[in-house]
């Protein structure tokens, strides 16, 4: 398998460092309902554990629910997204916390995606945040200011490295006051106190004070006690290269004094219709909004796979049809296939894996499934892969009526097409409609 490693920038050749590939993506902050860009990067890395899995890979994967500690800039300010919630909706952040994370399983399990080994809600982790602190001020890599407990950059040299980041540059563009007692504008909260009079219902106490986790902190809190560092993949959105991750990396350093992950994939955004999906311009689309228009997860699933999970893509109804019918065309060639199933496979789908398998590039695997013979054992491991629900939704017929599509064949290849009309009309009567195509017989029910 080959991935493209955002730690190189280069695509690598990718070589376990154990009997399990450890794989860690960063989850949602569970505050709001999530629009359909939130999806692509739990499309593509579904697809990367999915064809792991088809390489023949064990994979442990742990993805996090951030149910604290988000403020609603990456950096240390702005209010906390959970906190933010509640006020938007009259409930408590706890209650904000519940409801998003089962609106989140719920579409998990519309997008049929591959459960995760470990569902690490942030709040779990606190006692293990503290002790990461703890570590990062002993090992000298944290100070502790009015304001909380802050990550000193300059103490780990490579901090820059990862994201290629200008630390000079943002020493000098920082604006003033931005923060009370920062060493340097590019330190980072690990753990902010809550001021007295300070609104935050989500609040632990931890050297004396009220306070809670700075965002970064819990991913390498709970790679550290989940997985253990380093892991072999690391999975994101490229928004999380600059600071998210940049800090991920020093932390687990700082604490741990090990490197995080071998591997780095980072996904692009979505647009729609050329533009950044934003409350502002009204095209916040959830799936719960492309399902009321009549579309399957599926469908959108579909057009997510059409493309590669590197470069912007746009978003349009008008592409999602086209995702659609190429799935209904899938569906239809399942139907046709398992009429005709002697249980063996083409040969094709090695070709369709060998694509994948080359840094996820599912677009060609799709073109690849377009235009390849395939049977009923290649459908099935298709369906594996891309977990589209291809056999799920195409359900078998009952034997009777299977009986009655064979005789409708054999008619209509004796050219005895008054039988096969005939027999079409009695499939019809039991909710089943045939149709003649290049390929032969397709069925699906009414
Ligand atoms: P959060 O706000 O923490 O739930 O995470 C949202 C994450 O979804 C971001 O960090 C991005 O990686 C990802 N994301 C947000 N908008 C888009 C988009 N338009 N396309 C793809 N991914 C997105
Ligand atoms: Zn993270």
């Not at 579309?295 to 579909?302: A, L, Q």
């Not at 291809?390 to 034997?399: A, F, H, M, S, Y």
């Not at 299977?402 to 004796?414: G, K, P, V």
């Amino acid at each position: 398998m080959k991935l493209y490693n955002t730690a190189s920038k280069k695509l690598e050749e990718f070589k376990p460092l154990g009997d399990v590939v450890k794989i860690y993506t960063c989850g949602p902050t569970v505050y709001s309902f999530p629009h359909i860009g939130n999806y692509a990067a739990y499309t593509y890395w579904d697809l990367l554990v999915r064809t792991l899995k088809a390489n023949g890979y064990k994979v442990k994967r742990v993805l996090n629910l951030t149910d604290v500690g988000h403020l609603v800039s990456d950096g240390d300010e702005g209010e906390d997204k959970l906190e933010k919630g509640a006020a938007r909706e009259g409930k408590t952040p706890f209650e904000i916390a519940d409801y998003y994370i089962n609106v989140y399983l719920n579409n998990y399990k519309a997008m049929e995606f591959l459960p995760a080994d470990v569902l690490a809600r942030a709040t779990d982790y606190i006692e293990e945040d503290k002790q990461a602190v703890d570590l990062m001020t002993q090992n000298g890599f944290a100070y502790e200011t009015e304001d909380g407990v802050y990550f000193d950059t300059s103490k780990f040299a490579d901090y820059a490295k990862f994201a290629h980041l200008d630390l000079a540059g943002l020493q000098a563009g920082a604006r003033v006051g931005f923060s009370s007692e920062k060493l340097s504008a590019s330190d980072f909260a690990v753990w902010k106190f809550i001021k007295p009079g300070e609104k935050h219902a989500m609040r632990w106490d931890y050297l004396g004070r009220p306070g809670y986790p700075g965002w970064h902190l819990e991913c390498s809190t709970i790679i550290h006690e989940t997985l253990g560092e380093p892991i072999d993949i690391h999975t994101g959105g490229i928004d999380h290269v600059p600071v998210h991750h940049t800090n991920e990396i020093a932390q687990t350093y700082a604490a741990y004094g090990h490197e995080l992950a071998k591997y780095w994939l980072h996904c692009d955004f979505i647009t729609i219709d050329g533009q950044k999906i934003s409350k502002s311009l009204g095209n916040v689309y959830t799936l719960e909004d492309l399902v009321e228009r009549g579309f399957d997860p599926m469908d959108y699933k579909m057009w997510l796979l059409s493309g590669h999970y590197q470069g912007t893509r746009n978003f349009t109804f008008r592409s999602l049809e086209a995702a659609r019918n190429r799935r209904a065309n899938w569906r239809a060639r399942v139907s046709e296939c398992y009429l005709h199933d002697e249980g063996k496979e083409s040969g094709n789908f090695d070709a369709i894996l060998a694509a994948v398998s080359n840094n996820l590039n599912a677009a060609e695997a799709c073109a690849l499934i377009d235009n390849s013979e395939l049977t009923f054992s290649d459908w099935k491991k298709i369906n594996d892969l891309f977990g589209l629900r291809l056999i799920e939704d195409t359900p078998n017929l009952p034997d009777e009526a299977y009986n009655l599509i064979r005789e409708r064949e054999a008619a209509r290849e004796a050219k005895d097409y008054a039988k096969s009309d005939e027999l079409r009309d009695l499939l019809l009567k039991q909710g089943i409609i045939v149709k003649d195509t290049s390929n032969g017989t397709v069925w699906s029910y009414l």
